[in-house]
């Protein structure tokens, strides 16, 4: 059976790797080829694949079908360029054509929200993952002007340290994280506040600010989002809007009882709550939601929208 | 020589082996009994100190001058009572006696601000773990009628397992809480709730309701409370309240960076910072706030009223 | 397609539910039933997989072509038999029916070593997680005659807390394992001892006895263990031996870098390595061997036991 | 009260950083400098104290009484030198003047087995943390030529990531060390080796080679060694041995049931077991020693020496 090639760019961090390993198993494509300056002419073992790394300028753009750019952000956009010339579609999973980047933008790939726009797209704009866990949980709520006009959506969110990306930082080691739990940009000053209000905006937000704190856990891999909105009034069931807006979607998942980092873990898929919250008097609801950072936050994600880029069933090769 | 005579009911739980550990290190005091129904008869070593258990209702209570009650929440009372009974004066670290428990109410023992009520006391209500952190953070504020009346206080606090106390449940077990962070208690539900409420209305708050998520951390100790506030308006220092509100305090530690655990575990303080959130229309700080759950957050506080009631340094014994 | 209909007994345990969920993935095979007395009644979600649960007295065991029986040591064998009388074929995950237990024995399911008696067995007997990782270290050196006569084999190993169990110990509990490693079974009496050692003998062993101590890691999963064994004389290349007895065997890895536990979690496979001993006079190997106990060290091996049972292809449904 | 002053060189890695709090609470000690050359300038928070570090060639060596170093391995011997130059004394915690180094030796600080050649000595060589564990628990035996001659010592050790210092490798990121469980140095070539053969020797050993195998495990302080002794003959109580060796060292632990890290951490004590092996023809004891690595294994040990030294009580400052 021919397989479709397909290349990753910086593909020795933690997503690229994920990519490399779902590629490996995915039924329709095929590894062209995996790069990594500093792993140049290094075999490594990724699941089940074996792949030997490229240097990225060594990369044969040419041969895939569609390259993933798993660059660092701001790095990624030359290379988007270059893959474009050498005729391949790109999904690229830096920041750099993401909504609120100020930069050209690309269609952007929260793929339940934004499906009709992905496969006719040149370049993709992979969302981050604290945007997709977040954007997920509000988007039924937004689209639907339920959210009190005006009002300041609240996240804390936590992740596992392979969101930081596999770089050698000394905040980073076993030692430091272990036993330990800390909040950082605090002050409502991440990166990708940006991206989700430009979003939220798209979707239907009224003024509403978020206000969003991450923190970083001792686990590996996986976010955790606790969202809290005030609305118009509470409905009797509050999850009805999240089923009906969602119905169908094998990727995401509306349960009753809050969802944990390992319902999730290693699937490509939103798992999120939505609980009233007592002993207030502003009706407001609390949406925990959660995903994979690598899966549904990067890699998985990418997959599903390369999926449609190439005409494939949007499920193909990827773990729900 | 001569040293106080204290003893412990529920001595084998994490609270009350603390406990333990505390009063073997601490220069004035001497543990006159440790009871433990199921350990009865049994020794066990705690840090430096060698115990052995004996049944709650053979406790030679009138042996100690102080007895702490570190019991389950419902059967605390009535060994407060056979403690008052033989003598004793009582630090209770069940819920029992705390504000919004719906019972006779003993002094809050939330030290720093309830400190003139300690010395005379019969009985303190050792705060709770989650209260004590977030009830610190906002003290200040709330006393100086900072916060926006009608306004909705969000915290999200995460806790490690110890705070779930020694029982052996199969969502405790390491494979189920390692590599997990999950929410509990989710719909502002929490227990803790009746005694955070109360106590901020005793100290300002103007129609402030609390909107509470606590969530279970893969450590073992340790609280982080990430506490949104809106504000009246901001001053140039956010911090500068605090700094003048527990100036000299020797447990309550003000800082610039967010605390994590780390900065906490095995210590009997309160660490915070403060923080303006950017980016939002409505002026807000940002209150992280880290204590150590067995130490300020239940033993450490305990000890710290028992120095008061028996007229000791309130720092004996308690590693700052 | 028509898929075969298999059941589990005792669904609920850490095995029993990477049964559930390997079954509900493999591409021949379908769940008629899953067992679980305290659950019986529930629904539960196994990766994939929804299952709800029956008593094992209601299990309809004439229903399945191969029962997988992954109850208590000692509760097992009654099982065993039940399922036989309704004619079903069973892969047993106790230690009932294994070498050593002192009862009757089944073919031993540690399948790369007997793999020419599982098909036509009517009960397989399949391994503890232990001796699969030691066993198929020592395999190819008991055969080749090179363990030194009545040497002992020295094996250091440690094992993940699933290898305890699904019970709800206080020692188990997630702060009492977190930060923590400790042997068990220290004194060369652990139950596994029995099995390997008539393994050993059946291999070949000459004299040569196993002195095994165990530890708990603050892993979830995964067994690495750590043998040294005196041979009569050194080879150029120490694990050319190796690959030659394992040539083409897809599920059994030998490296020249030592596995560690991450190269086998979620993976159904034995990974080792042997090196040259430096600065001892007796010749002396050291292989470690690394497992996941869940995996080929319980449910994967099973799956591959029934998969020759039922004459599938031995490699489906089982993540190499 | 006069203090005695003290300086750390090399005071920014975890053993340095142990020591500076260690200093800090001492009740004869006060530090004088802590330098690292990184940090230059910097203010740190250890434990209870603050210190502000200073490099190495800007410390006042000739203000200190007694200089630790705590350089790398290679690096120390210089500053040993500049600081006897300057009149003070040393605790050296590198291996460059350990026995087996080949190198000039100074006075071995093993301090139970070395006690009287400390005090004197200009230069203290603080043993490694794995010499430290392994050597206390094989002295009785060797000096009472108990083990069988010729026969080799088979050791099984794992160490928290602290013992691989505060260096940002790739390979010690939290995400890469969690869930994990690897041998290191396999081979028998760990460069501790040296060290303690030398040590063995001095102590009595007959032939005795010593097969070593480290392993890294995932959590943050302590040694956990299991190590198993070919003897001549068995007593009747495996541990009177220990015991009577070690009567009155307030920092040797003997035990029945075998120590787990959790026993030690934090702790400046070697804890041990000794239990015969069962089901073996040789008799063969199974010693399983456990130490806190940065404590006795490093920065507690040094301190012991230090006040050895000083003439201070031995056990000043340092937590049993």
Chains 1, 2, 3, 4 share one sequence.
Request: aromatic fraction near 6%.
């Amino acid at each position: 059976m021919h397989k479709v090639p397909v290349g990753v760019l910086g593909a020795s961090g933690y997503a690229g790797r994920e990519l490399c390993g779902l590629i490996a198993r995915h039924p329709k494509l095929e590894l062209a080829f995996a790069s990594a300056n500093e792993q140049r002419g290094q075999r490594a073992r990724i699941g089940a694949a074996e792949v030997t790394y490229v240097a990225t300028e060594d990369a044969p753009l040419n041969r895939a079908e569609v390259v993933f750019t798993a660059l660092p952000h701001g790095a990624s956009a030359l290379w988007v360029g270059n893959a474009r010339a050498s005729g391949a579609r790109v999904v690229d999973l830096s920041s750099d054509f993401r909504p609120g980047a100020g930069e050209a933008e690309a269609p952007y790939g929260l793929t339940e929200l934004m499906r009709a726009k992905i496969p006719g797209a040149a370049i993709v704009a992979n969302p981050g993952c604290y945007p997709t866990a977040i954007l997920v949980a509000l988007a039924p709520l937004l689209k639907a002007g339920s959210v009190v006009p005006g009002a300041t959506i609240n996240v804390s969110a936590a992740s596992g340290v392979t969101g930081a990306g596999y770089s050698a930082r000394p905040d980073l080691l076993f030692a430091e994280v272990a036993e330990d739990f800390r909040a950082y940009a605090v002050g409502n000053e991440h990166r990708h506040l940006a991206e989700m209000r430009a979003v939220a905006i798209e979707l239907g937000a009224k003024d509403n600010d978020i206000l969003f704190t991450p923190h970083l856990l001792p686990v590996a891999r996986g976010i955790l989002a606790t969202i809290t909105v005030p609305v118009n009034e509470f409905t009797d069931d509050p999850s009805a809007l999240w089923h009906e807006f969602y119905r169908g979607e094998p990727f995401i998942e509306i349960v009753d009882q809050p969802p944990s980092l390992r319902d999730v873990v290693r699937r490509n898929v939103v798992r999120l709550s939505v609980t009233k919250a007592a002993n207030v008097r502003q009706p407001t609801l609390i949406i925990i939601s959660a995903i994979d950072n690598l899966m549904k936050g990067a890699a998985g994600q990418a997959l599903q929208n390369a999926n449609l880029l190439l005409g494939l069933n949007e499920q193909a090769g990827l773990p729900a």
